[in-house]
Nanobody, 116 residues
Framework: QVQLVESGGGLVQAGGSLRLSCAAS????????MAWYRQAPGKQRELVAA???????NYADSVKGRFTISRDNGKNTVYLQMDSLKPEDTAVYYC??????????WGQGTQVTVSS
């Protein structure tokens, strides 16, 4: 069992930056692949960025060059650094932990609002 708690969301102007954090507890953090998803009103949840248990990353085309995902296994935390934010980045951002042997875990979400 893994518990995920996101933080760092808020209101920012276009062009600004935010850093999201996701603190994990309850299991061995390092064995999980971690990801950030987002869901805007009226839209499906989409993958934003992912980082494997060994640190390999991948990004949605819409955020490449602007967002950076990282993890600190010593702190059981995954981060999403978001720069050059755009109004279309406005969404609820969710942390995800996944491993092929178990069902995925989700955090409660944190709201990011980018004003134009």
């Amino acid at each position: 069992q893994v518990q995920l708690v996101e933080s760092g969301g808020g209101l920012v102007q276009a062009g600004g930056s935010l850093r999201l954090s996701c603190a994990a507890s309850g299991s061995t953090f390092s064995i999980y692949h971690m990801a950030w998803y987002r869901q805007a009103p009226g839209k499906q949840r989409e993958l934003v960025a992912a980082i494997s248990s060994v640190g390999k990353t991948n990004y949605a085309d819409s955020v490449k060059g602007r967002f950076t995902i990282s993890r600190d296994n010593g702190k059981n935390t995954v981060y999403l650094q978001m720069d050059s934010l755009k109004p279309e980045d406005t969404a609820v951002y969710y942390c995800n932990a996944n491993n092929p042997l178990v069902n995925p875990y989700w955090g409660q979400g944190t709201q990011v609002t980018v004003s134009s």
